[in-house]
């Protein structure tokens, strides 16, 4: 009976072990191996890179109307009819061939050409930085993903320790009681805390285990891969000054730059609408030759020449075109001024937090030594009957208040910071 009840009490000291350090799975990933793995697996930034791809594509074809194009051309036709009578009486009716080769290039289209171009060069550039945002955007999440389970395990941890301080309490509540130290009323209220601490623990758990799915979702790893990670949540100084992250996200956070590029581009979108009420040169050739025999072309002709053409009027369609991109234009730039002063906020707010997160951490800290001594105290003195059941309780919850404070002050700094990162456009790049 006795080696069967040690066999029982490992069982149970392995099983606690593996709820207490969910770290411990098949794949334990740093930070930064987190992150890698979010930048080439997450499905937005794959649909964001081949949105650049798209854009590149775009700038290539609008480059490509600059250039001449050829057009070689085939017509076998049966052909007939009065007029045709007139110069083949002998053969009615009869067929017709014809080959051509043409070639046309622009010379002068009043900047249409060129201002397409530069548009299309311009989304290309904006396509970029859209991928660096998202790359930003992913990077943020997988990290705060990341102290998110960091910050569950430690809750976890806390509740886990609370239901075997709170056991070991009532063991000493039921001696007592035994011996008539303590009453019923005593034992009561510890059965009844225990049970609530856990319950707490059994959210705690699922907690962590749907902070490690959500994380997965991010990573690209399956939903339910038991993925363990391997730090832990500390608190690193930082020197992050407010004036400098204002001026560092004006020039480098995507976003903004892209709201700047937008505006180029509309700009560039009247001068396009304008080209179509200026002059157009065009340089044209042709070659051709045509007989009514497939084996024979023995008329042939070629001519070259440059076609010049001006859009003198088109019931108001340049007018109205021209009109439209100027207000498209005007509405840019509010959308523009709306991003920048989203931008200026969204620094200070993650600035503030942080700096918010990183006060508390020092007050949350000292709180949880005092909390710790007061009920070791309470412990104390309940064991020599110097104090009541209820001092025990509350000096309990007040420890465990104070832990879970330190802890999510903790993550709060982390997450803060990291949203900060975000907010002032710091790149989002691949570590080896």
């Given amino acids: 009976m006795k080696k069967k009840k040690t066999y029982l009490t490992a069982f149970m000291l392995l099983s606690f072990m593996t709820v207490a350090f969910p770290a411990f799975a098949e794949d334990t990933l740093t930070l930064d191996e987190s992150i890698n793995l979010a930048l080439n697996n997450n499905e937005q930034i794959q649909a964001a890179a081949s949105g650049v791809e798209a854009a590149k594509w775009n700038f290539a074809k609008a480059k490509g109307e600059k250039n001449m194009s050829v057009n070689l051309s085939h017509t076998s036709s049966e052909v007939g009819g009065k007029y045709w009578n007139v110069f083949y009486l002998y053969d009615l009716p009869t067929k017709y061939f014809m080959n051509s080769v043409s070639a046309a290039m622009p010379i002068y289209t009043g900047g249409r050409i060129e201002s397409t171009i530069k548009k299309a060069e311009l989304g290309t550039q904006i396509s970029e930085l859209d991928l660096e945002n998202t790359k930003q955007d992913i990077k943020f999440q997988t990290t705060k993903d990341y102290y998110d389970i960091l910050a569950c395990q430690s809750f976890q941890m806390v509740r886990e320790e609370a239901v075997k301080q709170l056991a070991e309490h009532l063991k000493n509540v039921e001696t007592q009681y035994a011996v008539g130290t303590a009453t019923k009323a005593d034992m009561l209220r510890s059965e009844v805390e225990l049970a609530n601490a856990k319950q707490a623990l059994i959210t705690a758990e699922n907690n962590t285990k749907k902070a490690v799915s959500a994380f997965n979702q991010v990573i690209g790893l399956p939903i339910q891969n038991n993925t363990g990670i391997k730090d832990s949540l500390t608190y690193e100084p930082n020197d992050y000054k407010l004036d400098a992250c204002m001026a560092y996200a004006f020039t480098h956070r995507p976003d903004e730059l892209a709201s700047q590029k937008a505006v180029k581009q509309a700009e560039l979108s009247i001068k396009t609408a304008e080209a179509n009420k200026k002059l157009n040169v065009s340089f044209n050739a042709l070659y051709g030759t045509y007989d009514t025999k497939i084996d024979r072309f023995d008329t042939k002709q070629w001519m070259v020449g440059v076609t010049a053409n001006i859009n003198v009027f088109d019931?108001?369609?340049?007018?109205?075109?021209?009109?439209?991109?100027?207000?498209?234009?005007?509405?840019t730039r509010h959308q523009a001024n709306n991003i920048h002063n989203i931008v200026e906020l969204s620094v200070?707010?993650?600035?503030?937090d942080m700096q918010r997160a990183e006060s508390n951490i020092l007050a949350t800290k000292a709180a949880v030594a005092k909390a710790k001594e007061d009920f070791s105290l309470a412990q104390a003195r309940y064991g020599v009957n110097l104090g009541t059941n209820l001092d025990v309780?509350?000096?309990?919850?007040?420890?465990?208040?104070?832990?879970?404070?330190?802890?999510?002050?903790?993550?709060?700094?982390?997450?803060?910071?990291?949203?900060?990162?975000?907010?002032?456009?710091?790149?989002?790049?691949?570590?080896?």
């Fill in 348 to 352: 200070q707010n993650a600035y503030l």
């Fill in 393 to 432: 309780m509350d000096a309990q919850v007040a420890f465990t208040l104070a832990r879970s404070n330190y802890i999510q002050s903790l993550y709060d700094y982390n997450v803060s910071k990291a949203e900060l990162e975000k907010a002032i456009g710091k790149t989002a790049e691949i570590k080896d």
């Fill in 315 to 331: 019931g108001n369609i340049t007018k109205s075109g021209v009109k439209s991109a100027e207000n498209l234009l005007d509405q």
